[in-house]
């Protein structure tokens, strides 16, 4: 006879271990660190696939442009080098710190782009980039964070005292994205202006807009689109190839076109690490806009829903310390920087799949590029900062003791300098909310 149980009783005891797996991962999720380790895992993985993948993808090209089939590698490498510490440093200043640090950063950000209007590089259609020395920067990535940092702070002073009337929340707030997106457009670079509106829309999705307002909003962002499409050959014949492919295979529908095909030949699993063979010159920016179509042909449908899974994953995060969090101001960042870096992964993975036209907007911490790596790590620390300040986080760590950084630092005599960092990030939560 077999042991198996059989009849009503078997149903039971099915149903109790499922709620007992239910209840393992709902206590699982409600620790204290949760968010924390969310970001900081979701943050490592899609750093070391962005890595791999930018090898893989970049290899072909760079031995035909530089000998070196590690050259675009090694500047990512470079980036990511530089961009860890200040993700680390990040994860441990004060609150006070990010809504000291809006205000410059949006100043800097200001300059850079009247720079780019004058005396900026025009590449593929947009002119974005500044070339000093031998370093390319794009002044439009470090607008994102500015905008987050600025208008929370902005936002969660008005609201300081109480509710107010939603239509003062919007000056000096509109204006300023209304400046940056306009700098933006002067430089044809459409995809970023759209991560900059969505930016300010959860800020005011957060403070608690009336849907009317997002109505009006909605409706002249696809009017000023609109024109802006129709002003630029180039945008026109990108919006004609991206709603026929395959139609204009062989003309602007071309980097769609083998996309999807690199996209479709990966099958279940791909055809292995390397092994892509859309990258050898036929996707156009295989490494950068459309990494994601090398990640689908080598790593197949399981990896490139490995990817979507670690950003949804890591907006989950982020969204679970602006609820868990009472502070408005860690509130509105922590939704604003989710919303820049979720959404502009959705347009990305959007434009390569063929749901979206092409923007031209990278992969987060996945695509080359040291300009928008080094914004979204600092975002990221910033949201690893937040995450200490959930209910019980600090007890947590407390009892957790130093990590091996720490104890790296006190090795070498760093402890005090360590613990003077650490300090001033221990603020007393405030009890309002922003409404």
């Given at each position: ?73 090694l500047k990512q490498s470079l980036s990511v ?160 190839g991206w709603l026929d492919v395959w139609g ?78 009472k502070d408005p101001f860690v509130r509105l ?103």
């Amino acid at each position: 006879m077999s042991d198996v149980p059989i009849g009503p009783g078997a149903a039971t005891t099915r149903r109790a271990g499922r709620a007992d797996r239910l209840a393992a991962l709902g206590e699982l999720l409600n620790r204290p660190l949760t968010s924390y380790y969310l970001v900081l895992g979701c943050s490592a993985l899609l750093l070391a696939l962005g890595l791999m993948m930018v090898l893989s993808a970049s290899s072909i090209e760079a031995l035909q442009k530089t000998g070196n089939p590690f050259y675009w590698f090694l500047k990512q490498s470079l980036s990511v080098g530089l961009g860890l510490p200040v993700m680390w440093i990040c994860s441990r200043l004060p609150q006070r710190f990010f809504r000291l640090a809006g205000y410059p950063l949006m100043a800097l950000s200001v300059i850079g782009l009247i720079m780019v209007i004058f005396i900026g590089e025009t590449e593929l259609g947009a002119q974005r980039w500044l070339y000093v020395g031998g370093l390319t920067i794009q002044p439009s990535e470090p607008a994102k964070l500015g905008l987050v940092l600025w208008g929370a702070d902005l936002l969660a002073r008005k609201a300081k005292g109480g509710l107010i009337e939603w239509r003062q929340l919007l000056i000096p707030l509109m204006p300023g994205t209304a400046i940056l997106a306009v700098m933006v457009m002067l430089g044809r670079d459409l995809g970023t202006t759209l991560v900059l509106m969505l930016v300010f829309l959860a800020l005011l999705w957060v403070v608690g807009a009336p849907l009317k307002l997002f109505g009006g909003i909605l409706a002249v962002s696809t009017l000023a689109t609109v024109i802006m499409i129709s002003v630029e050959g180039y945008r026109s014949a990108r919006i004609a190839g991206w709603l026929d492919v395959w139609g204009n295979a062989q003309g602007s529908g071309y980097q769609a076109a083998m996309g999807q095909i690199a996209l479709g030949s990966g099958g279940w699993f791909g055809l292995g690490l390397g092994s892509s063979r859309q990258k050898w010159g036929r996707v156009p920016h295989a490494e950068s806009d459309f990494i994601f179509s090398i990640i689908g042909e080598e790593l197949g449908l399981m990896g490139t829903l490995l990817v979507v899974a670690l950003f949804g994953l890591l907006g989950y995060a982020g969204l679970r310390v602006a609820s868990r969090v009472k502070d408005p101001f860690v509130r509105l960042a922590a939704s604003a920087a989710v919303a820049w870096i979720a959404g502009q992964a959705i347009v990305n993975i959007g434009a390569v799949i063929g749901v979206l036209p092409i923007t031209g907007i990278p992969l987060p911490l996945v695509s080359y590029g040291g300009s928008a790596l080094l914004p979204t790590l600092a975002a990221l620390g910033m949201l690893l900062s937040f995450a200490k300040q959930e209910p019980g986080a600090a007890d947590a760590l407390a009892a957790r003791g130093p990590g091996p950084a720490a104890r790296a630092l006190s090795w070498l005599g760093l402890s005090r300098p360590l613990a003077r960092i650490r300090r001033p990030g221990r603020l007393r939560p405030t009890s309002r909310h922003v409404e």
